[in-house]
């Protein structure tokens, strides 16, 4: 039985924190995060699995950072 095994790539990226105001605005932020990251990595992956978490600020904040992850299936 064969097991799949995945890679992971991490970014740290900072936006803006006042891009985005109301009360969804932290999961606007959390989608620039994972779109700025899009555009930096090298490689173009699909299927690839997007996820972010906060490393430190808040909606309001000049600058909001998060790590975000993307996990992806390595080649066999």
């Known amino acids: 039985m064969s097991s799949k095994r995945f890679s992971y790539d991490y ?4 936006v803006p924190g006042d891009m985005f105001d109301g009360e969804d605005a932290f999961d606007l932020l959390s ?8 555009d930096k990595a090298r490689l173009y992956c699909v299927p690839a699995e997007w996820s972010c978490s906060l490393i430190n ?3 309001g904040d000049s600058t909001v950072t998060f790590n975000v992850r ?3 299936s390595k080649a066999s």
């Open 57 to 59: 600020g808040r909606p």
């Open 70 to 72: 993307r996990k992806r």
């Open 31 to 38: 989608d620039a995060a994972i779109s700025e990251a899009r």
């Open 11 to 14: 970014y740290r990226i900072p």
